[in-house]
Structures are given as C-alpha cells and as structure tokens.
C-alpha cells in the first residue's frame, strides 16, 4: 500500500515548484498558471489525508479549493486582459505602477 | 475472472467495430439525406446505392499527399487531429447500449463500465473535445485556423453550462450518476423526453454546438473562414477531423437517447412476454434504432437551418438557453417534491 | 500491491515532469498543454485515492473549463506578439534557493515528523467506496458543509461580475481614446 508520506511528498513537489513558477515567470497569465499548481500541490494533500482519516471532509475542502480556483481563473484572466488593453504587455516587471 | 475479462474484451470489440462502421456510413447518410433534402441525387455510383463509397472516399484519403505546411507548431500540430478524435471513442465506454443480455447462463450487462460517476465522465471527456480544435487552431499559424479555434473555445465554454445545467434535471428525477439507472428510471412511459421537455430543447441545443454542427458550426464555417480550425490539415489528418465530427455526433447522440428517449427501453416491451434472449436483443435494436433517429435528426437540422452570427450565437447562450435551464432545474426538484415521478 | 505503486509512480513522474514544464517551458501553449497533463495525472491519483467525484469535478473544471479560459485569452491576445519571455530573472537564483528550502523543509517535515491525525478506520473509507463515496460526499455536502457551499455560490457571482465588469470594453476606449491615459 502507497503511503500517506508518498502523497504529501508529491503534493510538497507539486508546491514548491509553483512558489518558484509564481516567483520567476514575468508572463501574467504563467503566473496564473504557476497559482493553480501550487493549489493542485494542496489539493493532492488534503486528498490524501480524507483518506488516512476515512472521512470525506477533505474532498469537500477540495471541492470548495477548486471552486474559488474557478472564480480566481476567472478574474485573474479579466485583470490579464484589461492589463494587456491598456498596457500591451503582459510582463509583469513593466507593471509597476503602483511600486514605489 | 477470466471469463469477466473475456466478455469485457468482446463488448469492447464489438462496440468499437459498430462504432467505426456506423461514423463511417455516417458520411453517407449525411451526403444522401442532404442530397434528399435539396432534391439531388448524391454519391450512388460506387457499389449499391453507393454502400461502398464510405470505403472509396476512406482508401482516397489515404493516397492523398500528407502536406505539413512548414510555418505550423509541427508537436502539437500532429497531436491535434488525435486529441480531437479520441473524447468521442472512449465517451462510449460508460453508455449502457441494452439491458443484460442471458448468454450462456449467466446475464451479461449490456455496458462497457458501469462507473457510477458515468454522468461526470462523459461531460469530462467532452469538455476535452475542445482541446483538438483549439489547438489544430493555434498551430496552424493560420488567420482563419486561429479564428476557428477562438470561436471553438468560447462557444464550447458557453454551451457547456447549459448543457450541464439541463442534465441536472435528469439527475434529480433519477436519483443517480449511473447511465444505467439513469436509463432504469425511465422505464414505461417515463421517458424524460415527456418528463421535461424544456430540459430536452435545451439539451439539444446545446448538444448541436458542442459537436460544432450546423446552426452553430461557426469554428468551421466554411464561407468565411475557409475550413476554419482544419484549413491547414490534408490526407488523413483532415480525415480524423471529419471522422471525429461524425463520432461526436454518434456520442451525442447516444448520450440524448441514454439521457432523454429512455435509451435501451421500449415502452410495456417486458410485458409482451418475450422470451429473454429476443427481449434484449430487440432492446438492443431499439437503442440503435433510436440513435438512428437523433441522427437523422442531426442532419435534417443541419440542411434546414442557416447558421447563427457569432454574437446570436453567444446571446442564446448565455441569455435564454441557461437561465432556462435553471429555471429546469427548480422544475425537476418540484417533480420530485410533487411526487410526480 | 506493487501494481498500484507503479501507477503512484508513472502518474507522480507525469504531474512533476509536467509541473516542470509549465515553470520551464518559453512557449505559452505548451506550458498550457503541460498543464492540462498535470491535471490529468493528478485526476488519477485522486481516483487511487478513492475520491472518484473530486476526480471527475477536476478534470471536468480544470481541465475542461479553467484550463480553456486559458487558452482563449493565449488565442486572444495573440501572445506572439508579446514575445516569448524569458525564464531568467534578476531574483531567480534566490527564488530557486528558497524553493529549495521549503521543500527541504517540508519534506523532513512529512517523513520525520508525528501525524496530528489518527488514521481513520478502513472500515470508514469501504463503507464510503460500498455505497458510492459520492452519495456519501453529496449528503455531506448538503448537510454539514450548507454553508459554505451558498458562501461558495455567492463568491461564484461576485467573480463572474467582477471578470465582466473588468474585461467589458467602456464605450469611450473603443474609440482608442483612453489608451494613452492608461499608461
């Protein structure tokens, strides 16, 4: 039998290298991307864990982590595309407006 | 165990034998109806009412030369014509095609998988039918390949939630995501078809544009955007484009009689007392026959009907067929709460 | 049994091959596809695991819908015109440290560390797999987790207002007057 150690070592993979997409793609919609692999790294835990303690509570946590993914998919890629209207780029370091 | 692999092997077999030949005579059907339709004769010159033309046009594909024009993304231009196809096929794998057919003592679930996510399934794989398009859009490096697969991707999203939003009804009156029970619970008259006719519109709409066919074949169009998504594609890469816009259907199809024409049933059929063996078998026919029927129905509507502007398109989408289909919804659970079903 | 470790393996390999490519590739599209693999990899394990609907649900929204969003947005604004942007980057060394780190961290974390969670009985998750962990999970859903499920519905909305209201071209900046403003 695969072990509960065997998922949470996947899922902490899966994590760190979304921190590092997220933290070293300048391209807005691959950081988007980035977000959603780090939320699957999540969600593989959260999976393996309803299983070690048996009860369903972790797939509905799943179940809500992938809805919001919906709805941030959704808003993140409306930002991208008023970005791009406005700017004509997607790269993220010429989006500084608002950094001092 | 053996004998449960053997028999699963031999189901596989078959289905994808009928399958294959029925998306290949589809062709025919589609050039001789449309013929029928605009009072021509259509393609009756090769074998008996041009029977074996489905083979001709097949064998002629194949000499074709395989052009692979060398501004495309050559990986995934290859890879398309195979993501668009495969969906379809194994779509057919959960659609229970009869009851259990009594062979050799023991009854044998006329199923491929009986998943009891059956439901979720097919609606994921067919949310994977985009992918061929989008992708033979994007890597043709074509202007009107490109345009094809934007329209694809939108349209596709759009009808989606309808289409879901309009099976829900029927998951509330059958209690179940399994295709079988599904089709158990529409035993008699029961048919969802009578149960919730808004539902069944709504469907049917949506099924017509998420196989891309006329009204709403905008991905293709072929006045003004050539062929659309597959304009750069020839030989048999185009053919597995043309193939799987038959296979779509046939799933289509079947997944509308599984869902809303109550599938493998025929009305008080149990009653006429059969014996067991002719009973599924003629229940069998019936499934085909039914399938025959959405089929036709398919082409009829695709030889009547002019097709949509992009923006109607997207309006009947997003502003009649899905808050109809929610308001389907409510309709179904009074159903149940009414205790009608 | 050693079946089911070369499936946790072939589908582990997949989603972290494919996980690398998402964060490596220079072509939007392939990282795009890369991503649609992941997702199917990880469906799967979520099927060894048992979880047959959140498999489904993942491939149906991921991979069906959130990942078709993506590549609407990659056809419409045509990325080719916005060059295919390098990986390096003046923090990525950095990144890559603490990356490393955490992961470091995290798993020394995952095989030393004691578990705050007893291991549910076995007898729990069969009688979830015998009577279709999904009625189990709907009846869960609509009991216990009521709330949040309407909170979810109300977060839904505000999302699908939120992208129309910022994606909706105003009627003044069609005539390209406010591109100017903007930057």
New interface residues.
Partial sequence: MISLQHYLALGAILFAIGVVGVLTRRNAILILMAIELMLNGVNITLIAFARHAGNLTGQIFVLFIITVAAAEAAVGLALVIALFRGRDTLNVDEIHLLKW | MMTDLLITIVKILVVFGVYLTMVAYLSLVERRVSAFIQDRRGPNRVGPFGLLQPLADGLKFMFKEDLIPHYV?RP?YLLAPLVALVPAFITMAVIPFGNTLPLFGRDIPLVIAN???GF??I??L???G??GV??A???SNSKYS?IG??RA??Q??SY?LSLGLAAVGVLIVAGS?RLPDIVAAQSGLRWNFWMQPLGFIIFLIAVFAETNRLPFDLPEAEPELVGGYHTEYSSMKFAMFFMAEYANMLTASAVVVSLYLGGWQVPYLEQAGLPPLLLSLAQVLAFVLKVGVMLFFFVWVRWTLPRFRYDQLMRLGWKITLPLAILNIFYSGYLVVAKWV | MDLSFLFFYLFAAVAVGAALVVVLNRNILHCAMALVLMFFAIAALFLMLGAEFIAAVQVLVYAGAIMVLFLFVILLIQIDRVQMLRFAHRQSPLVVIIAVLLLAELLYMIIRGTLGIAPGGADAAAAGAASGSTEAFGALLYTTYLFPFEVASVLLLAAMIGAILLARLDKEEVGGVSRQDMS
Wanted: hydrophobic share 60%; no cysteine; glycine share 8%.
């Fill in positions: 993304n995934v998943v009891n996510i979720l399934y609606f994921a067919t949310s994977m985009v992918y989008v992708l859009g994007w890597s490109l697969g934007l991707s939108a596709m999203i989606e995501l």
